[in-house]
Nanobody, 115 residues
Framework: QVRLVESGGGLVQPGGSLRLSCAASRSISSIMVMGWYRQAPGKERESVAAITTGAATVYADSVKGRFTISRDNAKNTVYLQMNSLKPEDTAVYYC?????????WGQGTQVTVSS
C-alpha cells in the first residue's frame, strides 16, 4: 500500500505552535483533496482542514483563524501550520489524500497541548 509520511507532532504548551507535514508518494496521481483529520481519546475522527485541487481551503470552525493548510506541489506535500494551540487540540492528527479511485491515510502523529 502507498504510504503517506507524516511528521511534526509533539508536545507544546498552550498558545504555542506546531507545523505538521505530510509527504505523499510521487506515484500517487489524480489527487482531488489533501487534508488533515484528528482523533482525540474517546472521540470520533473529525475533519480539521482540507485543500482541493483548485487550491480552495476549508477549515473546521474550531480551528478557523488559528490553523493554516497549504501545499507544495513540487514536493507532493501538504502542511498544517497550527498556531495559538489549545488543550482541546490534543489528538492524533492524520493526513488524508483522496484520489479518483482511493482514499489514503497517514500513520498519524500525536499532538499534545499541555502546560
Amino acid at each position: 500500500q502507498v504510504r503517506l509520511v507524516e511528521s511534526g507532532g509533539g508536545l507544546v504548551q498552550p498558545g504555542g505552535s506546531l507545523r505538521l507535514s505530510c509527504a505523499a508518494s510521487r506515484s500517487i496521481s489524480s489527487i482531488m483533496v489533501m487534508g488533515w483529520y484528528r482523533q482525540a481519546p474517546g472521540k470520533e475522527r473529525e475533519s480539521v482542514a482540507a485543500i482541493t485541487t483548485g487550491a480552495a481551503t476549508v477549515y473546521a470552525d474550531s480551528v478557523k483563524g488559528r490553523f493554516t493548510i497549504s501545499r507544495d506541489n513540487a514536493k507532493n506535500t501538504v502542511y498544517l501550520q497550527m498556531n495559538s494551540l489549545k488543550p482541546e487540540d490534543t489528538a492524533v492528527y492524520y493526513c488524508m489524500v483522496r484520489t479518483l479511485s482511493q482514499t489514503y491515510w497517514g500513520q498519524g502523529t500525536q499532538v499534545t497541548v499541555s502546560s
